[in-house]
């Protein structure tokens, strides 16, 4: 069996120790064999040295199939989603697919939808524009190999296209922004619903609904991330924020966690108490009149606060089950995962989120919540009034 790190001369060394063997040189077999596994361990060790130095600059997604590939992790075979349902939710497909989507909108039939009335008042404020220049870049940073949306438009189009298709689709996006208006056509998802547990059980908490939005969607809510939201979010972004955010990640949350911890604790008799929370079904119970309001109080442009609001009002989803898809049914509430736009949306809904006891860290991840408390000897605990204080946030927002 070849190894990847086998080279030519490396079998040349192998055949003359085989054919030593079989001759009966034992002397020459010796100093063969162990000229083998200099050679061997050589070649195996710059092999990895040159597939590390390769991970370095890699996406953490890229890295981390990397290093399960080096380190000969198997892969995970994927159970077709019915062979996971628990035995009082088996039916056909068209019924699943129905009954999935059913119970993916309804947990959202208690907010009240944007009103078609609600507009902020733009005033002299300018209107985002894109340059043909700039959409091309955005064109061809597609990735190829992802699925379209419900309007069947390939991405290998858009980018193998992209400096014929940039100067009528930068006058779509103009003519999008310049009215607030987001094509119907935009706001419709096909929701692929991943399982997060090994049996489904229950709908709601078992699967998890990612939606797939036409990719000129995205490339429009980019344009707005970029020129509306960035400039204003991130100045004022919670430094307990993780989530979301552009050169952080899970790894500094845990790092800072841990630093805190470790300093509270070192030579001292205090302990450490930590909460963790998790904010159920947080991207789909997202009110859309509390979030505009935020989005206008934050100071993001009017004319993006309305576009947002276009964006948001009269979405429409269904669920995709290979090939068989459910009815249209309205979106309420929420913020669609698998969009550009969710995340940071979500990011602006949580961001006033921060306890009134200064003395409690809270570190924050999407949906995820920590917060920590050291306790000296013979002091109490108030962990349970930023607990109540939380769950108070969470009723009004």
């Known amino acids: 069996m070849n190894r990847p790190w086998m080279n030519t001369n490396l ?18 077999y010796k100093i063969l064999r162990n000229k083998v596994n200099q050679v061997c361990k050589r070649c ?4 990895y040295v040159n597939k ?3 991970l370095r600059n890699s996406k953490p997604r890229d890295w981390w199939s990397e290093v399960k590939q080096i380190c000969g992790a198997s892969k995970i075979p994927k159970r077709d989603l019915i062979s996971l349902l628990h035995p009082n939710l088996v039916c056909d497909k068209e019924s699943l697919a129905e009954n999935i989507n059913s119970a993916f909108v309804n947990i959202m039939n208690d907010y009240l939808p944007l009103s078609d009335c609600i507009r902020v008042e733009m005033a002299d404020d300018r209107p985002i524009s894109v340059t043909e220049h700039s959409v091309a870049r955005k064109l061809l940073e597609l990735n190829a190999s ?8 390939p991405n290998w189009v858009l980018k193998n296209f992209a400096y014929i298709l940039a100067a009528p689709i930068a006058d779509i996006l103009n003519t999008s922004f310049l009215e607030c208006k987001v094509p119907d056509a935009w706001k419709l998802a096909n929701v692929c619903p991943l399982p997060k547990a090994s049996s489904i059980c229950n709908i709601n908490e078992d699967l998890r609904p990612i939606s797939l939005t036409p990719t000129l969607s995205k490339v429009a809510e980019s344009f707005i991330i970029d020129i509306a939201l960035k400039p204003v979010l991130l100045p004022i972004i919670d430094p307990g924020q993780f989530g979301f955010i552009p050169g952080s990640s899970t790894t500094l949350a845990l790092i800072s966690m841990f630093h805190h911890w470790l300093r509270a604790t070192d030579s001292t008799a205090s302990t450490v108490r930590t909460k963790l929370l998790d904010f159920r079904k947080a991207f789909d119970l997202v009110d859309h009149n509390i979030l505009v309001a935020k989005l206008f109080s934050i100071g993001v442009k009017p004319t993006a606060v309305n576009w947002i609001i276009d964006f948001l009002r009269h979405r429409k989803q269904r669920v995709k089950l290979k090939n068989i898809v459910s009815d249209w049914l309205d979106v309420p509430a929420g913020v669609p995962q698998g969009t550009r736009l969710g995340p940071w949306l979500f990011l602006v809904l949580i961001n006033d989120l921060k306890l009134p006891q ?12 920590t917060i920590s408390e050291v306790i000296p000897p013979s002091k109490q605990s ?9 769950d108070a946030w969470s009723q009004e927002n």
Do not use: H
Request: charged share 25%; aromatic share 10%; hydrophobic share 35%.
């Open 11 to 28: 079998k040349q060394l192998i055949s003359l120790r085989q054919k030593a063997f079989t001759s009966g040189n034992n002397p020459l």
């Open 358 to 369: 200064e003395s409690l860290p809270m570190w924050k991840f999407a949906d995820d919540c």
């Open 146 to 153: 992802r699925a379209s949306g419900p309007d069947n438009l």
């Open 52 to 54: 590390v130095k390769g």
């Open 382 to 390: 108030s962990l349970q009034q930023a607990v109540d204080y939380i």
């Open 44 to 47: 195996r060790k710059s092999y």
